[in-house]
């Protein structure tokens, strides 16, 4: 595990952003596994830029998404689809059909899971995952629990992820209560993987990810088992308690 800690969220969105273009630049038709949220957004904005200045070409690249919510549909502001295209996908030139996110309409859920992780597979897994934290220690919806999930579920969400994305949405009630999200399983068979932390509400779950036990209490624990894992996470996300790093 190597550790970059930046001074704040835009040095963090840098880096990471640095590791992505390396990743991008070294293996063109790479999978990446992709994150939505406010952690990913600097980067995701840094790495267009890099896209309009011609150092960065992803028309090879493919992508899978961590999670979505169930219920919205993919032209719904509030669904991580649309949060990918209006952020990212629509100012590069990857192909449409080339990325991939979970169908938050699919009612289904045992058909649309399996066909996930039919994708991910089909895909041969994910090069670069890019992973936030939750204030829980979630990666994509991977919620505290009594045991890790291997595959694509679809999962009831914690009520402090439930107010924690509330900001997004006029109020708390409409959040959506479920949502698919890979299971650890894609998570770890990625080759390698950028833990991306900012602000002090991800203090104390980054600290117990990196050096409390593993357990599915805290999801991104796990990742200590992981043998390429980047953390790139600022001051504040660092600061709880005593830091070696
Ligand atoms: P955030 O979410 O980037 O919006 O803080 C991270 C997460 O919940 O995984």
């Known amino acids: 595990m190597r550790i970059y800690r930046t001074k704040n969220y835009d040095e963090m969105s840098r880096k990471a952003a640095d590791l992505i273009a390396a990743q991008v630049v070294m293996k063109p038709d790479s999978v990446l596994g992709l994150a939505t949220g406010s952690t990913p957004l600097g980067a995701y904005r840094l790495l267009i830029e890099r896209y309009e200045k011609g150092e960065l070409d992803f028309s090879e690249i493919c992508s899978v998404n961590l999670d979505e919510y169930v219920g919205l549909s993919a032209d719904d502001e509030q669904s991580y689809a649309y949060f990918m295209h209006s952020n990212f996908f629509d100012h590069i030139n990857i192909r449409p059909e080339n990325t991939h996110i979970p169908n938050g309409l699919e009612e289904d859920t045992a058909l649309e899971c399996h066909r996930y ?63 698919y999200t890979m299971g650890i399983r894609s998570i770890l068979q990625a080759k390698s993987i950028v833990l991306m932390a900012s602000g002090k509400a991800k203090a104390e779950a980054l600290y117990r990810a990196l050096h409390g036990p593993v357990t599915p209490a805290l999801p991104a624990s796990i990742l200590q088992l992981h043998s390429h894992v980047f953390v790139v996470a600022d001051e504040e996300a660092m600061s709880e308690r005593f830091n070696p790093f």
């Open 117 to 179: 992780n039919r994708v991910i597979g089909a895909l041969g897994g994910i090069d670069l995952q890019i992973l936030g934290i939750g204030s829980n220690g979630h990666i994509g919806f991977n919620e505290p629990g009594d045991a890790f999930v291997p595959d694509t579920h679809c999962v009831e969400l914690a009520g402090s992820t439930i107010q924690a994305n509330a900001r997004f949405f006029s109020s708390p009630d409409e959040v959506p209560t479920a949502a």
